[in-house]
């Protein structure tokens, strides 16, 4: 009888250590996810991207996706058979600092089959550089999570066939195309947990603004604030430290240039809503930046009864002529049952440019359009630095609650306020603003003398970029 109760014991010894050591058990019931990391672990997305401030919790949730899949115990997915992944570092010592510690400290021990090192001893893998991670799969066979540093080249990039691939901190581009095509035999997936220091790379284009529109394209945003286990006292000593360039990305993992966003207080989950019908009586009008080459952007705006905008449609094309963009404008508008006058004309707002006459034709662009049963206005206020301070008193929040609101499914509006920077001088770059100047010609249409608080606002921005600059 005392055998047996020892045995028991021994067992109990066992599985108590065993859940001592379950790090990552600790990690999903709660004791440190948050609720940005579960919506990375829930998305079912191929492509999905943490943009987040140092110490968010981007790492964490990264190390923990990997660890899940290898295993095959991925509470909120399909689980495979023995899995092949890789973790990607910038640098063999990042590794060894960052990435794989954070991946031996969610993997129980029991679970490790073999370890093959780089360098150092495989009994004491956290003080060397590992190669590979054998691991023991939940189906009963094995999994590899393999280590690679982008300081190796493309090269040792090639040939193996890829179930995941985690990116901790931002690759070089040819690294990231590599390791696509090592999950194409597969149907693997792909993940990233990174700080954007680097500015306006390519993650920012094809992630951030995905402007090859792909669908398995998911990114969130993690900051100090989400972390509910940091301390307060040293937030706030960090933020005494940094210039807001830097605050931008180390805090909220934002994309910055050292000149700086014209629109700060977009915030997509705050200003982007999803469609829904509108009622007829808020209809006001539609506005058009024209373009032939370049794209043409036409919204159609709508006003609630207490003066809220909501830009509800989009019309987006390059290399159009008037036909084409005038058939568009219309067969929109009437799928959103637009109003018209008494001879099923519409009215639009268009920049002034388009009453300029060229050599290529007789007629203006706002002479075409006329033709085409679109009645354009040009009468529109251009100037940029009044413009861009009514914009943002329709953004900055008032009672809680902005008074401008973008419909989903308008990306290229969406896609340009994250883009839209200052220059050098005293006005915003000059590179895919099409949305936006059509945006101010509209908002500077309706009477609403701005406050002083909102043109501070402008003024703030440049301010910032100056002292910078100065301090160069």
């Known amino acids: 009888m005392d055998e047996i109760i020892e045995k028991i014991r021994a067992i109990e010894a066992e599985q108590a250590r065993r859940r001592e050591e379950d790090n990552l058990a600790r990690y999903n019931t709660g004791e440190k996810v948050h609720q940005k990391q579960l919506a990375f672990h829930r998305c079912t997305k191929r492509n999905r991207w943490v943009f987040g401030g140092n110490r968010s919790g981007k790492t964490e949730c990264g190390a923990a996706e990997a660890v899940w899949l290898a295993t095959g115990t991925h509470p909120y997915k399909q689980n495979r058979p023995n899995v092949f992944g890789w973790v990607v570092s910038l640098s063999m010592q990042v590794q060894r600092d960052v990435a794989q510690k954070k991946i031996l400290h969610y993997l129980r021990p029991d679970r490790i089959a073999d370890v093959v090192m780089q360098s150092g001893r495989k009994d004491s893998p956290a003080f060397g550089v590992v190669d590979q991670i054998v691991v023991k799969n939940a189906f009963g066979g094995t999994s590899v999570i393999g280590f690679k540093s982008c300081d190796q080249g493309r090269e040792k990039f090639q040939g193996s066939s890829l179930d995941f691939v985690w990116f901790d901190e931002e690759p070089p581009r040819e690294i990231y195309e590599e390791c696509r095509m090592r999950l194409l035999d597969r149907e693997g997936e792909m993940f990233g947990t990174m700080t954007p220091l680097k500015g306006l790379t390519f993650l920012y284009e094809d992630i951030y603004l995905n402007r090859k529109r792909d669908p398995e394209v998911w990114y969130e945003f993690m900051e100090w604030a989400d972390n509910p286990f940091l301390s307060e006292k040293e937030i706030a000593h960090l933020e005494n430290t940094m210039d807001e360039t830097t605050l931008q990305a180390r805090k909220y993992g934002r994309f910055c240039t050292r000149e700086g966003l014209v629109y700060p207080e977009f915030e997509e989950s705050v200003h982007v809503i999803e469609p829904f019908p509108v009622p007829a009586a808020w209809q006001d009008t539609i506005c058009i930046d024209p373009g032939l080459k370049n794209p043409l952007s036409a919204h159609w705006y709508c006003v609630d009864y207490d003066g809220n905008v909501y830009v509800v449609a989009e019309h ?43 050599l290529a034709s007789s007629r203006s662009v706002s002479e075409l359009f006329y033709e085409r049963g679109i009645l354009v206005n040009t009468n529109v206020t251009k100037d940029v630095f009044s413009g861009i301070a009514q914009v943002k008193s329709y953004l900055n929040p ?13 990306p290229n509006m969406i896609r340009e306020f994250k883009g839209y920077f200052w220059g050098s001088g005293e006005s915003p770059v000059k590179r895919d603003d099409h949305a ?9 249409s309706r009477p609403r003398p701005p406050k002083e608080t909102e043109k501070s606002d402008v003024k703030r921005d440049k301010e910032r970029r100056i002292r910078r600059q100065k301090r160069r």
């Open 316 to 358: 987006y094309r390059a290399g159009e002529g008037v036909d084409f963009h005038a058939d568009a404008i219309r067969a929109i508008s009437a799928r959103l049952g637009w109003k018209t006058d008494e001879k099923g004309r519409l009215r639009a707002l268009i920049d002034s440019a388009a009453d300029q006459r060229t």
């Open 436 to 444: 936006m100047d059509e945006l101010r010609y509209y908002l500077m």
């Open 398 to 410: 008032k009672n809680g609650l902005p008074d401008l609101y973008i419909f989903n499914c308008c």
